[in-house]
Nanobody
Framework: VQLQASGGGLVQAGGSLRLSCAAS????????MGWFRQAPGKEREFVAG????????YYADYVKGRFTISRDNAKNTVALQMNSLKPEDTAVYYC???????????????WGQGTLVTVSS
């Protein structure tokens, strides 16, 4: 699976952005998908995940209620709607695919190249 993330940019605090991740291949629906982020000088951390069917989603506490993950298996895409953005959300955001899913990045086999989100105060 090849993944291509897009949609990052500069936004003011309180604003919104929508990230998208396009997957190649015909087995997209076989993978759970996740979004992770990495801020400068920090380790990569889990943001949100979605099961293969899209029927179950899960979030890190620091984005719960502000971010929404979704997927369209017909279009091989996964999205991350980010609302009420804060300066601490500034990071490179990565989409990733996993056979098992979860919040541990070690469980993800395929990674996109990342897209930069910058939230100004």
């Amino acid at each position: 699976v090849q993944l291509q993330a897009s949609g990052g940019g500069l936004v003011q605090a309180g604003g919104s952005l929508r990230l998208s991740c396009a997957a190649s291949g015909r087995t997209f629906s076989s993978y759970a998908m996740g979004w992770f982020r990495q801020a400068p000088g920090k380790e990569r951390e889990f943001v949100a995940g979605i099961r293969r069917s899209g029927g179950s989603t899960y979030y890190a506490d620091y984005v719960k209620g502000r971010f929404t993950i979704s997927r369209d298996n017909a279009k091989n895409t996964v999205a991350l709607q980010m609302n009420s953005l804060k300066p601490e959300d500034t990071a490179v955001y990565y989409c990733a695919a996993s056979v098992v899913g979860g919040s541990d990045l070690r469980g993800y086999e395929y990674w996109g190249q990342g897209t930069l989100v910058t939230v100004s105060s």
